[in-house]
């Protein structure tokens, strides 16, 4: 396969009306897909903007009527710390999860006003983390640390950390917690991936848009034009997700 044919897989894009100022952003699933078609990205794990801006549970039901029968916008649902019964008790929701295919969750620490530590998530947690559950961050990195030092075999994907250099951030965690899993939107720093994957592997990484708080494809150009071969340019691109998705464990 040339890199010219590279097969892209969205971990992280938004539907909905936005209300942060944005360059474009999609209201409907159908323009979305535009939005897609015009990037040549294949297939999108997708939030609601309702999960973030308005209500976890509103936005958890308007991604399924958005997403329902189209099988490239795969949809993701937000979660909340169960003491306030804002959502369904945790074995109700692992099989609402089953019965909807939702295989991968967020957090929005900052715009839901939560802690995230082991007293506000511990029951939470330890299933997701037990389960193999994707579970997107959108926090600064001393957060996701807080995370990990509780639940250092939780698979995190951070969202984007901008576009600074992360050595000092990133690489003492990337060594210590093996299930910590970077995506690639706003990260449009020289050879930074490049030297992500020589240092721990093209493993560690996942595409990215973050549409649209961010254009498709700057993140695309950014995986393009770092110096890694092709199969890690297709990993990063596609692979990695698919596979941290069918490693979840909800039966």
């Not at 892209?8 to 209201?27: E, I, L, S």
């Not at 399924?64 to 804002?86: D, F, H, I, K």
């Not at 999860?97 to 082991?118: C, E, K, N, S, T």
Request: aromatic share 10%.
């Amino acid at each position: 396969m040339s890199d010219s044919r590279l097969r892209f897989f969205d971990c992280t894009c938004a539907v909905g009306p936005y209300r942060t100022r944005v360059f474009r952003f999609a209201r409907t699933a159908g323009e979305l897909i535009e939005e897609m078609d015009f990037s040549n990205i294949e297939q999108a794990l997708v939030y609601h903007t309702a999960m973030r801006y308005d209500h976890p549970v509103v936005g958890n039901e308007l991604v399924l009527s958005e997403t329902a029968g189209n099988p490239r916008l795969l949809p993701t649902w937000a979660v909340l710390p169960s003491q306030t019964g804002e959502q369904p008790a945790l074995d109700g929701l692992i099989r609402d999860m089953q019965r909807h295919g939702i295989r991968a969750l967020r957090m929005f620490p900052d715009d839901h006003r939560y802690f995230v530590d082991d007293i506000t998530w511990g029951d939470q947690l330890a299933v997701y983390s037990e389960r193999r559950i994707p579970l997107f961050v959108r926090a600064n990195l001393d957060k996701v640390a807080q995370l990990l030092k509780s639940f250092p075999d939780l698979v995190i994907i951070t969202g984007s950390q901008g576009s600074n250099p992360l050595d000092r951030y990133a690489w003492p965690l990337i060594e210590k917690y093996p299930s910590l899993i970077f995506e690639t939107s706003g990260y449009i720093v020289d050879a930074g991936i490049e030297e992500f994957v020589r240092r721990y592997s093209a493993r560690r990484l996942v595409f990215g848009s973050g549409y649209p708080d961010n254009s498709s494809g700057a993140a695309m150009l950014a995986l393009a034009q770092d110096e890694i071969s092709t199969a890690e340019r297709q990993a990063i691109a596609a692979d990695n997700l698919r596979r941290l998705l069918a490693e979840a464990l909800l039966s």
